[in-house]
């Protein structure tokens, strides 16, 4: 098993940033896909970013390209998620996911992923 708590969420206003973290627990040396997807209210979990913890190669929603970076600290066994020029749109429970395969093909789905954090809540005002 491998256990996840995230940190990090909070109140900002348009345009300024955050930083997420997760950090992993329990049979991590078996993980090698890490990735935040996020829920905003009434709608479903979609993907924002992925790594290969193995390789390291990032991957990223279109709509967060450019303003959000997903790195890892294998030391701390922990992930984070930069996040700039925050938008409105952006609010939602962000979750932390892992899993110990990595697909690229399927990386984007919540179904390839068999571990998830709490979520931790981003709001980001007008």
């Known amino acids: 098993q491998v256990q996840l708590v995230e940190s990090g969420g909070g109140l900002v206003d348009a345009g300024g940033s955050l930083r997420l973290a997760c950090a992993a627990s329990?049979?991590?040396?078996?993980?090698?896909?890490m990735g935040w997807f996020r829920q905003a209210p009434g709608k479903g979990r979609i993907f924002v970013a992925a790594?290969?913890?193995?390789?390291?190669?990032?991957y990223y929603a279109d709509s967060v390209k450019g303003r959000f970076t997903i790195s890892k600290d294998n030391a701390k066994n922990t992930v984070y998620l930069q996040m700039n020029n925050l938008k409105p749109e952006d609010t939602a429970v962000y979750y932390c996911?892992?899993?110990?395969?990595?697909?690229?093909?399927?990386?984007?789905?919540?179904?390839?992923?068999?571990?998830w954090g709490q979520g931790t809540q981003v709001t980001v005002s007008s």
């Open positions: 329990g049979r991590t040396f078996s993980v090698d896909a």
């Open positions: 996911a892992a899993d110990e395969r990595f697909e690229v093909a399927t990386m984007t789905w919540t179904s390839e992923y068999d571990y």
């Open positions: 790594i290969n913890w193995r390789g390291g190669k990032t």
